[in-house]
């Protein structure tokens, strides 16, 4: 056994060796390939080739499996290993782990595993590739196009716009045909998480509420026979007398924009639409309840609510799904300054209930308070709102999920079904009326912006604030501060702000247009 091993090691050192042709090592155009093998059930370090993978073996007359069984020990879970010179067409071959085939759905994990292991994998290998210079990619389907493709898209996202040195731009494609829709699917889905991401990571002074609302009337501009963009101004906004969201913007030079958008997939239905509406701070400094200096940089994507949003919108309109969505994003910067709203004041929302703002730093829910009461005038079927609202969510769940607060078990049903299909993973969180007691009972005024009792629960605290404003039946808040950034916590998601959880909005929204 001993000798055929080192006959066959030799064999494939004598390939490696072979020198490419011309047109292979040409700089422009290098070619790789991602093949996927799941772990071969009760076999301990035994190898599944996937289809793609199989046939690809057959072509080369068994060559793959021959390297892989030298190259043991077997191929874990998101672990990927290189073959370089194998296939003419190929200078690198990336083989991916994809750890149990038909793991399936995980109750106790709430996600899809065979789908979270697919885009794991294949984001690995199409990183890995990159680093090797490869600017063109094939991937194997691994059984599910669509996740497939959300790995390699989102693997691959890398927000180096304002650097000098650019990581090398890989174009990718589904080897073979099977399931080429799917694959399609997937490119569109993760295209527009990598829109919220790259928002968010955009610096505060780059991504104004102004261009903020640019770049979306952009993104939507080859929709524009189903979609109506609204950027309203700060006239607008005082016309309208949201006196909650002003308070927000008034520290700051910038002025505030109410951006509205209107996806109209099924005009012919008299389907009322589904409002999302999106919290859209540039910049969250605290204003004059300051924030501390460490890490305040992050506060640049404090309108990930309003990226996520804005960009499953624009997701929406370019998979035409049938379905009417009014988008509703409150942009401005939370500044400290002479003319900001200082703690003790108290301001008069647009339904005209008045807060006392206790501190500056609880913005989000006081710009959401305005946008809630006008979203309503749409007679929506659902309201989502969605908001990197409280450091306190971040310390219950982290990035492991985001928070649902909502007093609809159907619209949790939605919410939790998408999540599972995108891995985002959703938590349902409560609205007791013990958090009620705790922004309802002001000193001056009819609501606190902040917990009168106590710190705890900071989370539930806020989203009792906007179930102030909210008269609608199917409602959800969704808190994303914790899932807002990642640092390897989600593996196909290299570090930096995550676009969560824009995939799983967009297939809600699905969900809903194909329920009629
Ligand atoms: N934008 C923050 C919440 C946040 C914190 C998002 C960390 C993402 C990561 C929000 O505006 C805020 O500052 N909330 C305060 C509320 C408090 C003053 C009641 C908070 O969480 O500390
Ligand atoms: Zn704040
Ligand atoms: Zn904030």
Redesign the pocket.
Same mark, same amino acid.
């Given at each position: 056994m001993l000798l055929v091993r080192k006959a066959v090691r030799t064999a494939v050192w004598t390939n490696l060796c072979r020198p490419f042709s011309a047109s292979q090592t040409h700089p422009d155009k290098r070619k790789g390939l991602v093949l996927g093998v799941f772990e071969k059930e009760g076999e301990k370090g035994g190898l599944q080739l996937t289809e793609t993978a199989a046939d690809f073996d057959q072509s080369l007359s068994g060559k793959l499996s021959e390297l892989l069984e030298i190259s043991r020990p077997g191929l874990k879970k998101g672990k990927s290993r290189i073959f370089y010179g194998i296939h003419k067409d190929f200078p690198c071959v990336a083989v991916v782990g994809l750890g149990k085939s038909r793991a399936g759905v995980c109750n106790a994990e709430n996600w899809d595993t065979s789908k979270e292991n697919i885009r794991e994998a294949v984001s690995a290998g199409c990183r890995l590739l990159q680093d090797m210079e490869v600017n063109h990619v094939e991937v194997d389907s691994c059984g599910d196009a669509q996740s497939a493709a959300e790995g390699a898209i989102l693997g691959l996202f890398h927000y180096d716009q304002l650097k000098s040195k650019k990581k090398t731009k890989v174009t990718t494609q589904l080897r073979g045909s099977a399931d080429a829709e799917g694959w399609e699917k997937g490119v569109v889905y993760a295209e527009g998480q990598n829109l919220a991401r790259l928002l968010m990571e955009a610096p505060a002074n780059h991504i104004t509420p102004t261009a903020f609302a640019n770049t979306i009337e952009e993104k939507l501009a080859p929709y524009s026979d189903r979609v109506a963009i609204n950027k309203r101004s700060q006239a607008w906004i005082q016309e309208q007398k949201m006196g909650a969201f002003l308070s927000v913007s008034k520290g700051s030079e910038e002025p505030p924009v109410f951006l509205e958008l209107h996806y109209n997939g099924s005009p012919d239905s008299k389907q009322p639409p589904l409002l999302l509406v999106g919290?859209g701070?540039t910049f969250?400094s605290g204003g004059i309840s300051l924030k501390p200096s460490p890490s305040m940089d992050a506060?640049r994507a &404090?309108m990930g609510g309003a990226a996520t949003v804005c960009a499953s919108i624009v997701t929406a309109a370019s998979l035409k799904l049938p379905v009417n969505i009014v988008g509703l994003a409150p942009l401005c910067e939370?500044m400290p300054s002479g003319k900001a709203t200082k703690p003790g004041d108290v301001v008069i929302a647009k339904n005209g209930k008045t807060i006392q703002v206790d501190n500056t &730093?609880a913005?989000?829910r006081l710009v959401l308070a305005d946008a809630l009461c006008y979203g309503h005038t749409f007679n929506p079927r659902a309201i989502v709102n969605v908001a990197?609202?409280t450091g306190a969510m971040d310390v219950a769940l982290g990035s492991a999920a985001t928070g649902v607060f909502t007093n609809s078990d159907w619209l949790w049903g939605q919410l939790y079904k998408a999540s599972v299909v995108t891995g985002d993973r959703v938590w349902r969180m409560p609205l007791f009326h013990h958090y009620t007691r705790q922004v309802t009972d002001s000193q001056l005024a009819d609501l606190n912006n902040i917990g009168k009792y106590s710190r705890s629960g900071g989370a539930c605290t806020a989203a009792a604030f906007l179930k102030e404003f909210v008269t609608a039946p199917h409602w959800a808040h969704l808190d994303i501060a914790g899932v807002m950034s990642n640092k390897d916590e989600i593996p196909y998601l290299r570090k930096g702000m995550s676009g969560r959880p824009t995939r799983t909005l967009v297939e809600f929204a699905a969900g809903l247009a194909h329920s009629g």
């Open positions: 919290k701070i969250d506060m &404090d939370n &730093d913005e989000g990197t609202l």
